[in-house]
């Protein structure tokens, strides 16, 4: 999809790919939580200074990521990550939001 290649391109979804082959390389694998042949990984990573969760669905005999999400809320073996702080409008917008991005080859 080059949806996912586009939301690339916007500042506020973007997730640098050294951090998501960081995430692949480091990151807690565990099965994709919907049953395929992929793998799940899980890690924390910062933008703009704040903490976030992410988690990368990957396909290794492809070399593809089929999704991303990053967010403060609990995925896969990480708890979720409370808010410090009064919140600015873009973190309150991200609060009722999370970012996922489908299928992506490096």
């Given amino acids: 999809s080059n949806r996912a290649?586009?939301?690339m391109g916007e500042?506020?979804?973007q997730v640098p790919i050294q951090t998501l082959q960081d995430a692949i390389r480091y990151g807690e694998a565990m099965p994709d939580p919907r049953g395929s042949n992929t793998t799940?990984?899980?890690t924390t990573m910062y933008k703009n200074g704040k903490m976030y969760n992410l988690e990368v669905l990957y396909d290794e005999i492809s070399n593809t990521v089929y999704h991303f999400e990053y967010a403060r809320k609990a995925m896969g073996n990480l708890p979720a990550i409370p808010?410090?702080?009064?919140?600015s409008d873009e973190e309150a917008w991200q609060k009722k939001s999370s970012y996922t991005i489908w299928l992506m080859e490096f």
């Fill in 5 to 7: 290649l586009e939301h």
């Fill in 11 to 13: 500042s506020g979804r």
């Fill in 40 to 42: 799940m990984y899980y």
């Fill in 83 to 87: 808010k410090q702080g009064r919140r």
